[in-house]
């Protein structure tokens, strides 16, 4: 690499620009301007004295020396995520920024009591949510805790199992009542797609060649969906069974469920910080998935 390439901030971008295809997506994940994107490529290319991207109609692609810069930012990227966890791993303050990344239904209605208690014991930690059920990288400090669903953790990560979701069927009140005695099969249900993968197999064996009539990416969206009365719902019980306007309509089998991981990663585990938040959030979140019923 040049050795005139001294800032990984116009590496980054080039980064976000070579994976999202486009000025925009890249601005988004930075979370800047598009024109601050346009200039840092701009920029970059002029101190490469190359092109790295073909301007396109529909976006921006790599040229052939474009490809052969990425391959080789990625392995700085890596070099220097390695470095930042390192570092962060000797950290021993109870002190500083977490990040957490949850999906939608654990950050709307599981994490927020247990953060605001969790911000009572521990005043001097500041906590980040990122919201999405897109699969943040740890290994690269796009997030420092991750709440994943499933039964099988990613074997590059560290952590605890918090509990296991337990899921039953819900419909609002005004669609039971006005469907009395219908077999499951016979009603329309709300379906999850996207990347609820897990629970989308699971209802395809529950319910074999039942077509959902509505589909949401967002469990927290399918709740509302189920009030609104479009039908039935699988739903985690630790969520639905709060909910005054939803009723219980039928159980589900105990493999209709889903372990609840709290996981970061192996070089960040002894950070005090991160620390302090797997082990208050682990039992507080184990109890939350005890709900009655």
Request: proline share 5%.
């Amino acid at each position: 690499m040049d050795a005139r390439l001294s800032n990984w901030d116009d590496l980054r971008v080039f980064l976000a620009v070579a994976r999202a295809g486009s000025l925009s997506g890249a601005a988004r994940h930075l979370g800047v301007n598009h024109s601050t994107v346009f200039r840092r490529i701009t920029g970059l290319e002029e101190t490469l004295d190359v092109r790295l991207f073909e301007r396109l109609p529909n976006g921006y692609a790599l040229t052939p020396v474009g490809e052969e810069t990425l391959g080789i930012v990625e392995c700085i990227e890596d070099d220097v995520a390695t470095l930042n966890r390192t570092v962060t791993g000797q950290d021993l303050r109870l002190s500083g920024s977490v990040r957490i990344t949850a999906v939608d239904m654990l950050a709307f209605w599981l994490l927020p009591d247990h953060l605001a208690r969790f911000r009572e014991a521990y005043p001097r930690i500041e906590i980040g949510v990122s919201v999405g059920n897109e699969t943040l990288d740890l290994s690269r400090r796009e997030t420092d805790i991750a709440l994943r669903i499933g039964d099988t953790p990613p074997e590059t990560l560290v952590g605890r199992r918090a509990g296991r979701l337990k899921f039953a069927v819900y419909g609002a009140p005004d669609y039971c009542a006005a469907h009395p005695g219908t077999e499951l099969a016979q009603h329309s249900w709300i379906g999850l797609d996207g990347g609820h993968t897990p629970l989308t197999r699971q209802f395809e064996q529950f319910l074999p060649g039942i077509r959902p009539a509505t589909r949401s990416n967002s469990v927290a969206c399918t709740v509302r969906l189920a009030k609104a009365g479009l039908g039935l719902a699988a739903l985690p019980c630790a969520i639905a069974d709060q909910k005054p306007d939803l009723v219980r309509v039928a159980e589900l089998p105990d493999s209709f469920g889903l372990d609840l991981w709290l996981l970061t990663h192996e070089d960040l585990r002894h950070t005090a910080r991160i620390r302090a938040v797997m082990e208050f959030l682990s039992p507080a979140l184990g109890e939350s998935l005890k709900a009655p019923g």
